[in-house]
């Protein structure tokens, strides 16, 4: 009596390369909450920053759409944060004048 081996099972696919949707994601949500924490300076400038790093690591993936607008969204929670940080100083002497004149 001959016996029959079961034949092997194919190897599986190899996974494919890396799409790095997750970095477009990523960049999408920091850009969202730069842009929203930017009345906070540290917040608006960190989550921005790094962004619009993600973003542009994750312009080579399947999300470039998501990556662009993490860029742009990260970008302008930047420049609010810095706007924002200006208004800040520059409000500091006129609100303590102001408290002055006001006998606080």
Do not use: H, N, R, W
Request: charged share 5%; aromatic share 8%; hydrophobic share 50%.
């Amino acid at each position: 009596m001959s016996e029959q081996f079961p034949t092997p099972a194919p190897a599986p696919a190899p996974a494919p390369a890396g799409d790095k949707k997750g970095l477009a994601i990523a960049s999408l949500v920091l850009g969202i909450l730069g842009f929203c924490g930017s009345l906070i300076p540290i917040c608006g400038g960190l989550f921005g920053l790094v962004g619009v790093i993600l973003g542009f690591l994750g312009l080579k993936s399947s999300g470039k759409g998501m990556a662009i607008a993490g860029i742009i969204l990260g970008g302008l929670g930047i420049l609010l944060a810095i706007v924002f940080f200006i208004i800040g100083l520059a409000s500091g002497p006129i609100l303590k004048q102001l408290q002055y004149q006001l006998g606080y």
